[in-house]
């Protein structure tokens, strides 16, 4: 059985798409649909480059600059943000996969279609996201949608506030997709299932805490 991988079907019909995988013995448009969510979130973050989302430390000496060493800054902070989302990507869709693969019997293609769907509420996140931070100036850790706002109010160590900001709702949403999807793949039991998808996203969360701090430092010493 040929399965063709559609992240809308995923979307819309996720049961007999789940139930497709797992009889599949040949994947097509694994790379077609991989492909496709690159191009995405690189436009997204082109999108919230321009519209300035995140270049707080480049804005800062702005005062000193003339139009065009501005612009000239701009276009390297968007281009930084495609390289960013080019990572992000891959991050996301490889390093999760073979991280499962190695506790799970699941054929390593299937995991990737399980995080191609992931990567997909991710984007997604960002896109409800651009709204907040240009209307209300919110950073993604201070989302009304994650914990980094009532961590905020318990600490003012920033690696615990970025840490329980990467932590929301569609976070939550990945794990029980993530879940459902291996419960159905393989044969592993349930508590053993939530603990390597917990594992794994402790691990993405301090990951995310440690990338956002060495990008606030990464961009304020090219910037400055």
Not at 89 to 110: E, H
Not at 119 to 131: H, M
Request: glycine share 8%.
């Amino acid at each position: 059985m040929t399965y063709h991988v559609n992240i809308f079907k995923l979307f819309t019909d996720m049961e007999d798409n789940i139930f497709r995988i797992k009889k599949a013995e040949k994947i097509q448009g694994l790379w077609k649909t991989g492909l496709f969510l690159l191009l995405a979130a690189v436009i997204i973050y082109i999108w919230m480059g321009w519209l300035g989302i995140g270049s707080n430390l480049v804005s800062q000496g702005a005062p000193g600059l003339t139009p065009l060493e501005y612009n000239v800054h701009k276009l390297w902070f968007v281009v930084g943000r495609m390289i960013y989302a080019a990572i992000f990507w891959g991050f996301v869709l490889f390093v999760p996969a073979a991280m499962l693969g190695l506790v799970t019997d699941i054929p390593y293609q299937k995991l990737v279609i399980m995080q191609q769907l992931v990567f997909a509420i991710l984007l997604i996140e960002r896109l409800i996201w651009i709204p907040l931070a240009v209307y209300a100036g919110l950073d993604w850790y201070s989302s009304p949608f994650s914990l980094g706002i009532i961590a905020a109010y318990l600490t003012s160590k920033s690696w615990i506030v970025l840490f329980f900001g990467a932590i929301s709702i569609f976070q939550i949403w990945v794990m029980f997709l993530q879940v459902r999807f291996i419960r159905e793949l393989c044969s592993m039991s349930k508590p053993g299932i939530w603990a390597s998808v917990i594992f794994l996203h402790l691990f993405e969360w301090c990951f995310a805490a440690l990338i956002a701090s060495v990008d606030t430092l990464i961009i304020g010493g090219w910037f400055s």
